[in-house]
C-alpha cells in the first residue's frame, strides 16, 4: 500500500502542524508540495488545472490521502492522524479541550493570516501587536501550570499552537517573554525527541511560513 499524501504549498501555512504530528507519529507519507508563480500574477495552475480530478469531496489545500480516505480541511487531517494515535485526549474533559483549543487556534491564526497577507501590512502591524499580548495572555492563563494545553496529555492542538506561536516569535521573537508558561510548554514541545529529530533534518521548513504574496513571511 502506497503511505499518505500530504499535498499543499512550498510553504510553512496551514500544512506545518500535520508535518510536525506525521514526524511525531512517526508515519511515512509523502510530502507533495506545489508553487505559486512570481509576482504579479502569482498562478496557481498547478493546483487549479488538478483540483477537480483527485475524487476530493471538498477540493481544497491542504488534503491528505490515506488509501481511501481522502480530507480536506486541517483540522480534519490532523483530527484523522491524532485519532490514529492517541492524541485527541484521555478523558471527555481533555477531549472537549482539545476541540476547544482547536477552533481557538483557528481564530488566532486566521486574524495573524489576515495580517501577514494585508496589502496594507506596514500600517495595520502596529494594531495587530498592541492586541497580541492580551490574545497571548488568554492562552497563557488557560494553560495554567499544565504541562499541554488540554491537560496532562499531549494532543493535536498542542503541535497547531507551537507553530503560530513560533510563526509570531518570527515578527516578535519577545512576544513570551511575558508568558513563562507558553515558553515552557514550546521549549518541552521541542525536546520531544521525535521532534528534536525532525527538526534537525533536512526535512524540516524553516521558511517560508506564507506564500509568494504575503507581506510577511515569505
Request: glycine content about 6%.
Given at each position: 500500500?502506497?503511505?499518505?499524501?500530504?499535498?499543499?504549498?512550498?510553504?510553512?501555512g496551514?500544512?506545518?502542524?500535520?508535518?510536525?504530528?506525521?514526524?511525531?507519529?512517526?508515519?511515512?507519507?509523502?510530502?507533495?508540495?506545489?508553487?505559486?508563480?512570481?509576482?504579479?500574477?502569482?498562478?496557481?495552475?498547478?493546483?487549479?488545472?488538478?483540483?477537480?480530478?483527485?475524487?476530493?469531496?471538498?477540493?481544497?489545500?491542504?488534503?491528505?490521502?490515506?488509501?481511501?480516505?481522502?480530507?480536506?480541511?486541517?483540522?480534519?487531517?490532523?483530527?484523522?492522524?491524532?485519532?490514529?494515535?492517541?492524541?485527541?485526549?484521555?478523558s471527555?474533559?481533555?477531549?472537549?479541550?482539545?476541540?476547544?483549543?482547536?477552533d481557538?487556534?483557528?481564530?488566532?491564526?486566521?486574524?495573524w493570516?489576515?495580517?501577514?497577507?494585508?496589502?496594507?501590512?506596514?500600517?495595520?502591524?502596529?494594531?495587530?501587536?498592541?492586541?497580541?499580548?492580551?490574545?497571548?495572555?488568554?492562552?497563557?492563563?488557560?494553560?495554567?501550570?499544565?504541562?499541554?494545553?488540554?491537560?496532562?496529555?499531549?494532543?493535536?492542538?498542542?503541535?497547531?499552537?507551537y507553530?503560530?506561536m513560533?510563526?509570531?516569535?518570527l515578527?516578535?521573537?519577545?512576544?513570551?517573554?511575558?508568558?513563562?508558561?507558553?515558553?515552557?510548554?514550546?521549549?518541552?514541545?521541542?525536546?520531544?525527541?521525535?521532534?528534536?529529530?525532525?527538526?534537525?533534518?533536512e526535512?524540516?521548513?524553516?521558511?517560508?511560513?506564507?506564500?509568494?504574496?504575503?507581506?510577511?513571511?515569505?
Amino acid at each position: 500500500m502506497s503511505p499518505p499524501v500530504l499535498c499543499y504549498w512550498d510553504i510553512r501555512g496551514l500544512a506545518q502542524p500535520i508535518r510536525l504530528l506525521l514526524n511525531y507519529t512517526g508515519t511515512e507519507f509523502e510530502d507533495r508540495m506545489m508553487s505559486c508563480g512570481p509576482a504579479p500574477g502569482f498562478d496557481k495552475s498547478c493546483w487549479f488545472d488538478n483540483k477537480f480530478s483527485l475524487g476530493l469531496d471538498f477540493a481544497n489545500l491542504p488534503y491528505y490521502i490515506d488509501g481511501e480516505v481522502k480530507i480536506t480541511q486541517s483540522n480534519a487531517i490532523l483530527r484523522y492522524i491524532a485519532r490514529q494515535n492517541d492524541l485527541v485526549g484521555k478523558s471527555d474533559t481533555e477531549k472537549a479541550m482539545v476541540d476547544m483549543m482547536a477552533d481557538q487556534s483557528m481564530d488566532f491564526r486566521n486574524g495573524w493570516v489576515r495580517l501577514c497577507y494585508n496589502p496594507d501590512f506596514s500600517n495595520v502591524k502596529d494594531a495587530y501587536l498592541a492586541a497580541l499580548p492580551k490574545t497571548l495572555q488568554l492562552f497563557s492563563d488557560f494553560l495554567g501550570t499544565k504541562p499541554w494545553f488540554a491537560g496532562e496529555s499531549l494532543t493535536f492542538v498542542d503541535f497547531v499552537m507551537y507553530e503560530l506561536m513560533d510563526q509570531h516569535k518570527l515578527l516578535v521573537p519577545d512576544c513570551l517573554k511575558e508568558m513563562e508558561n507558553l515558553q515552557k510548554l514550546m521549549d518541552r514541545f521541542e525536546a520531544l525527541p521525535k521532534i528534536s529529530e525532525f527538526m534537525k533534518s533536512e526535512k524540516f521548513m524553516k521558511a517560508p511560513i506564507n506564500n509568494k504574496m504575503a507581506k510577511f513571511g515569505f
